[in-house]
């Protein structure tokens, strides 16, 4: 009995060493004097409510409910550093992403910013009491978080968390490969040269060799003990020595199976799949803006793997793509223009831009707001001169300008050097833009 009693006191003083322990390391006066700046400065964010959240939004909240799920598991099964490290660390990296891309955009949106430190707060609360109930009193709650409710785990939105993991990983990949092109000479970039344009290749399927292997990998993965697992090297070689049109890759097979392994711990049968579950071409344009800002270039294009030569074809597949950074521009095909700002008393003046074939309206008006810092909260808009477009303005005078729409697109004449506008709403005719475009930068 005493020996019972005995082991059973040590494991009640390691668990209460485990609660203990498991918000140390951090510094909380830095956490709150983030939480307070963040108060401080909503009134520079959006407010929009859940009707009309973004894209950016919506992925957002999606992590926030992951977190809710996860946390509280973590706490049903006592594993209390597991929950710290989904409650806080998880979730505040997840906020400093969704504040980086954001701040590309449209800014941040203090109705939603608001629930994150409320659900943060609410998931520290139970290992972190004090600390909690301070934040808890600077976002204004006259009652104790004592009385509050546990957090509501809302939608989690699968495909939204797959992009944005996806968005993380290849920013990182982005980076580390710009890093190596810079370390060593090459026809692209000359060693220590900085580069100011890329261009990233995205594939949409496999090889048709490397689809025969998907599939063949899906009907042998088997579940041993909770884990996926395929058959050995050995095993797999002698099964794709038998399919004849495999024949011709058997240098490349087992590198390539060997691949798909690793990715079967971390994503499961989903490794094996033979495209991605969502868009990865319009996942990377629709995080342009933040790719080219953090990436430190001038300009970024995204193309079809299909316009690449057969040495890129072969490295780019679904959810890898393939990068290229030089100190010279993938479109060659382009125009230089003037942007007008007709606004007085304001710090947005008249400059030079080039406007690439192919443009579409959210290029032109990322480079307006990177040339002039304006404010991510800050609305822009871009118009066109209807009558003479050589007229430059003196005031803020509507008239003689019409407003572009945002599925607009420009082309430029190769020869002449000339740049139109396609407008969805016109039929596509082209129509001559000249020399001179205007922007509006509103509150």
């Known amino acids: 009995a005493m020996t019972t009693g005995f082991h059973m006191l040590q494991a009640y003083r390691d668990k209460y060493r485990e609660i203990a322990t498991a ?61 710290m490290t989904t409650g806080f660390h998880m979730l505040q990296a997840y906020r400093d992403k969704y504040r980086e891309i954001a701040t590309a955009r449209d800014g941040m949106n203090w109705h939603l910013v608001e629930r ?28 104790s978080i004592m009385r509050a409710s546990w957090p509501q785990c809302g939608e989690v939105d699968d495909l939204l968390i797959r992009e944005a993991k996806y968005l993380t990983d290849v920013s990182h990949e982005f980076r580390v490969r710009m890093k190596k092109m810079t370390e060593r000479k090459g026809k692209n970039l000359q060693q220590g040269v900085l580069p100011e344009f890329g261009v990233i290749y995205v594939a949409k399927q496999y090889p048709k060799w490397q689809q025969t292997i998907l599939k063949t990998l899906k009907e042998l993965c088997r579940e041993q ?48 799949d033979l495209t991605l579950r969502f868009d990865e071409q319009a996942a990377i344009e629709r995080h342009l803006p933040y790719l080219v800002r953090s990436l430190e270039l001038k300009e970024l294009w995204v193309e079809s793997v299909g316009s690449a030569d057969s040495k890129i074809q072969e490295e780019c597949l679904p959810g890898r793509p393939y990068s290229i950074f030089s100190t010279t521009p993938y479109q060659t095909s382009y125009s230089v223009i003037m942007l007008v700002n007709p606004q007085k008393c304001l710090p947005y003046f008249t400059f030079q831009s080039p406007v690439y074939d192919g443009d579409d309206y959210r290029k032109v008006i990322d480079r307006v707001r990177r040339a002039n810092q304006i404010p991510a909260k800050a609305k822009v808009k871009i118009l066109r001169y209807i009558k003479d477009n050589r007229f430059i303005p003196i005031s803020d005078d509507s008239t003689g300008v019409v407003e572009i729409g945002i599925r607009s697109k420009f082309s430029v004449d190769k020869d002449k050097k000339q740049l139109f506008l396609i407008e969805s709403t016109d039929g596509n005719q082209p129509i001559p833009v000249g020399t001179h475009l205007q922007y509006i930068v509103t509150a």
């Open 23 to 83: 918000g140390d390391g951090m510094n909380w006066h830095l956490v709150e004097r983030s939480i307070e700046e963040t108060i401080a400065s909503k009134d520079t964010m959006r407010n929009d409510p859940p009707a009309n959240y973004s894209y950016l939004d919506r992925m957002f909240e999606s992590q926030i409910n992951l977190t809710i799920k996860q946390t509280d598991q973590h706490f049903q099964n006592m594993m209390y550093r597991k929950a």
């Open 116 to 143: 994150f430190i409320e659900v943060q707060t609410l998931l520290l609360c139970p290992v972190c009491p004090h600390f909690a109930e301070h934040v808890w009193t600077l976002l204004g709650k006259k009652e």
């Open 225 to 272: 003990e909770g884990k996926l697992e395929l058959p050995s090297n050995n095993e797999l070689l002698e099964k794709f020595r038998t399919i004849e049109e495999l024949k011709p890759f058997m240098k490349k097979i087992m590198p390539f199976v060997q691949s798909l392994k690793d990715g079967l711990a971390d994503k499961g049968l989903e490794a094996l």
